[in-house]
């Protein structure tokens, strides 16, 4: 008895010497990476930028919270144009994000759980927030511009990448909960670095209607080739995740960029899709009718009855909502929820908002989305076809709001810290292009 306990302390004390040795190597080669990000972005302020869009699908929080860290602390340690960031945060979009964060600060130094609220809000919006400033005053020149979502596409390709090699080599099954079973036997969903599909796939559709509008924008037949490649791979990785959600807001962003660009490129398409869902699989076709009729597929169903709860919340809390916190939001949910139907959130961010924060937060997330939207197209006008990359870049970016906003309405998008992040980075790119057109326009005459 006593060489047992004695083995199994033994066991115990390798496997815990194990996992010290595995945390300090890690933590040693945050400190590595952490380091050499530092001088690369000394150097240069804008590669910082570049690596962080690299990094965004492959690093987990600590480590992507690190890098923005450190390039607030870059502009206090080197020379800085302070002039030109000021006047780039005078813009319209810029105040109502500002409102947006404000409002969420209100509601968290309100809610009953407040310093749960205040964590939650610190993590997550407020360093969004410094991610978008960050963006809006560095993101300076054209081909500072072009670069960042260059790099935002291709690590975009490769995580997508990634999911595809899932897909065809790892993967054995779906999750229950990712997916009904019964409806889908065999179906299988790729999430790649995220924590699921749905989470995945939100990331996607951000970046796709950029992908596709810089294909159009390429000067060379390389350049076009390789935009194009990538776009079949996050198309594909998109695809893959089977999001029902996804897969209506990749589509409407597509039918409005390409819309955009050329009225050709959307017949064409429309086209194309009709002839492929011939060829899709009797699963892929029985899943995209789950779409049209909810009440066929549990997953849809749940939703329902969720959004079911959620209206007498509303109605109840419309003043001033009933908090951001999550706990406070489990006890009052648990009163109003369908039988048997538990959730930590409502799948829906106008719904979430409009419970947690009110009237007045509803109403500033619908005022950020008109400015987002309303600053594209001033900047369009602006830019008068002047610029050839300003007006793809803006194109896409309306079409990835677009996105977003649609897949908002059946997940709660704000709901993992990547897709937070790229939202906040969609806003800063349309801010950013409405600024290189403003100070074009304002150039003296040659």
């Known amino acids: 008895m006593t060489k047992t306990r004695l083995l199994m302390a033994l066991v115990a004390g390798v496997l815990l010497a194990t996992g010290i040795a595995q945390y300090k190597i890690a933590m040693a080669g945050e400190f590595v990476l952490m380091g050499a990000f530092l001088a690369i972005t000394l150097y240069r302020t804008e590669y910082g930028l570049y690596l962080f869009a690299l990094s965004l699908p492959i690093l987990t929080y600590r480590p992507l919270l690190a890098l923005i860290l450190l390039l ?56 969004s927030f410094v991610l978008y400033l960050l963006l809006v005053m560095k993101v300076d020149s054209r081909d500072v511009l072009y670069r960042f979502i260059v790099c935002l596409i291709i690590s975009a390709s490769l995580v997508s990448l990634y999911g595809i090699y899932q897909y065809f080599f790892t993967i054995d099954y779906t999750k229950a909960a990712w997916i009904d079973v019964s409806k889908n036997e065999g ?20 970046i796709l209607p950029f ?12 350049n076009r080739i390789l935009f194009s490649l990538q776009f079949v791979l996050i198309a594909l990785a998109a695809f893959l995740t089977l999001s029902r959600g996804g897969w209506v807001a990749m589509f409407v962003a597509l039918v409005i960029v390409a819309t955009m660009i050329n009225r050709r490129l959307l017949v064409i398409g429309l086209i194309a899709a009709a002839i492929s869902v011939n060829y899709l699989p009797d699963s892929i076709i029985d899943r995209i009718q789950t779409i049209v009729k909810p009440k066929t597929d549990s997953s849809s169903d749940f939703r329902l009855q969720i959004w079911k709860a959620a209206v007498p919340m509303v109605k109840d809390y419309w003043v001033t909502g009933i908090g951001s916190d999550l706990t406070t939001f489990k006890k009052v949910y648990a009163d109003y929820m369908m039988p048997g139907v538990r959730a930590n959130h409502l ?77 906040w980075i969609v806003l800063a790119i349309l801010s950013a292009a409405y600024n290189l057109a403003r100070a074009r326009e304002e150039q003296p005459e040659k």
Do not use: C
Not at 93 to 110: G, R, S
Not at 211 to 222: E, H, P
């Open 211 to 222: 992908n596709f509008a810089l294909i159009f924008y390429a000067k060379t037949w390389g």
């Open 187 to 206: 179906a299988k969903r790729i999430w790649a670095t995220f924590e699921n599909p749905n989470l995945f796939v939100q990331y996607l559709i951000m």
């Open 347 to 423: 799948h829906n961010i106008y719904l979430m908002n409009f419970v947690t924060g009110g009237i007045l937060t509803i109403l500033l997330l619908f005022y950020m989305f008109y400015q987002s939207l309303r600053t594209a197209v001033v900047t369009l006008f602006i830019n008068d076809k002047k610029d050839r990359l300003l007006s793809y870049v803006v194109k896409g970016g309306i079409a990835a709001v677009i996105a977003i906003g649609t897949a908002g309405l059946t997940e709660d998008v704000w709901h993992q810290y990547r897709v937070d992040f790229m939202f």
């Open 72 to 127: 607030v602390l870059i502009l206090f340690v080197t020379k800085q144009n302070y002039a030109q960031m000021k006047a780039n945060l005078k813009n319209h979009l810029n105040l109502a994000v500002f409102l947006f964060v404000a409002i969420l600060l209100v509601t968290a130094l309100t809610s009953v759980n407040v310093m749960e609220s205040l964590t939650q809000f610190l993590l997550y919006y407020f360093v």
